[in-house]
């Protein structure tokens, strides 16, 4: 049986990634400042900005089940904004959380999967990383970070077995969108970011639900190696093709023209 471990699996799609490998035949450990009991899975209270926290948690599923063979890190949030009206507090938590909190959860994970002779670890990204959104600037800049953290985390940790892979969702029907934090456009940029943050809530209340993203979240986890990133779905594959294959002139006027008009 695999052990593994999910953060942020108190709801959205981290839970139904939980759930899923759960259902796979996982032992299944979910890392959340709240518990939301179910069964099949395991709940350790932990907040992933906390080091020592995490590093205590990681520990105690060792203790419980021996080892950790697969590690998602899912835990994170969106704000959107101006960049010239969010606050530096704000921009800092986001990356605390979506980036830092991710590095925590591996860097407790790895000397365990080294020392087991493998692993597999799954860090959630989003299509915003190789299409930065206006108005989700600094959670694009994370996303993007997660990207490149992926690509040479996995040259370093490939000769011990270990492989990892970065999953870009796009739009999702999932807590996310209740959850994301907003500032006000100063009444500069009141009007563009209205429409922005309307159109982006519309098209994740109206996108692929959170139980079938977690279904393939858990799907990819349970691999033994992939490519290093993964889109889900075909219109984000897509996109993420388009943006590789465009002069970034052009693909970054398009979105533009979706989020920025």
């Given at each position: 049986?695999?052990?593994?471990?999910?953060?942020?699996?108190?709801?959205?799609?981290?839970?139904?990634?939980?759930?899923?490998?759960?259902?796979?035949?996982?032992?299944?450990?979910?890392?959340?400042?709240?518990?939301?009991?179910?069964?099949?899975?395991?709940?350790i209270?932990?907040?992933?900005?906390?080091?020592?926290?995490?590093?205590a948690?990681?520990?105690?599923?060792?203790?419980?089940?021996?080892?950790?063979?697969?590690?998602v890190?899912?835990?994170?949030?969106?704000?959107?904004?101006a960049?010239?009206?969010?606050s530096?507090?704000?921009?800092?938590?986001?990356?605390?959380?979506?980036?830092f909190?991710?590095?925590?959860?591996?860097?407790?994970?790895?000397?365990?999967?080294?020392?087991?002779?493998?692993?597999?670890?799954?860090?959630?990204?989003?299509?915003a990383?190789?299409?930065?959104?206006?108005?989700?600037?600094?959670?694009?800049?994370?996303?993007?970070a997660?990207?490149?953290?992926?690509?040479?985390?996995?040259?370093?940790?490939r000769?011990?077995?270990?492989?990892?892979?970065?999953?870009?969702?796009?739009?999702i029907?999932?807590?996310?969108?209740?959850?994301?934090?907003?500032?006000?456009?100063?009444?500069?940029?009141d009007?563009?970011?209205?429409?922005?943050?309307?159109?982006?809530?519309?098209?994740e209340?109206?996108?692929m639900?959170?139980?079938?993203?977690?279904?393939?979240?858990?799907?990819?986890?349970l691999?033994?190696?992939?490519?290093?990133?993964?889109?889900?779905?075909?219109?984000?594959?897509a996109?993420?093709?388009?943006?590789?294959?465009?002069?970034?002139?052009?693909?970054?006027?398009?979105?533009g023209?979706?989020?920025?008009?």
């Amino acid at each position: 049986m695999k052990t593994a471990i999910v953060t942020g699996g108190s709801g959205g799609i981290g839970r139904c990634t939980a759930r899923a490998l759960a259902g796979a035949g996982c032992r299944v450990f979910e890392f959340s400042r709240r518990e939301k009991p179910e069964a099949g899975i395991e709940h350790i209270t932990c907040d992933v900005t906390d080091e020592e926290a995490l590093r205590a948690a990681v520990t105690e599923v060792i203790g419980r089940a021996g080892r950790v063979d697969i590690l998602v890190c899912n835990a994170g949030f969106g704000i959107s904004g101006a960049a010239e009206l969010t606050s530096s507090a704000d921009a800092h938590a986001q990356l605390e959380l979506n980036l830092f909190g991710m590095d925590n959860a591996v860097r407790a994970v790895l000397p365990h999967m080294r020392a087991a002779g493998g692993g597999r670890i799954v860090c959630m990204s989003s299509i915003a990383g190789v299409l930065p959104i206006p108005f989700q600037l600094w959670y694009s800049v994370s996303k993007a970070a997660i990207d490149a953290y992926v690509l040479a985390l996995q040259n370093e940790v490939r000769p011990f077995g270990i492989s990892v892979c970065a999953v870009l969702p796009g739009d999702i029907r999932s807590g996310f969108t209740a959850a994301r934090r907003k500032s006000s456009g100063g009444g500069v940029y009141d009007e563009r970011l209205e429409r922005s943050v309307a159109r982006m809530e519309h098209d994740e209340e109206t996108g692929m639900s959170a139980e079938a993203a977690g279904g393939r979240v858990a799907r990819i986890a349970l691999m033994r190696r992939s490519a290093p990133m993964k889109a889900l779905g075909l219109p984000y594959k897509a996109a993420a093709s388009a943006a590789k294959l465009l002069p970034r002139r052009v693909s970054n006027y398009i979105i533009g023209r979706m989020y920025a008009k």
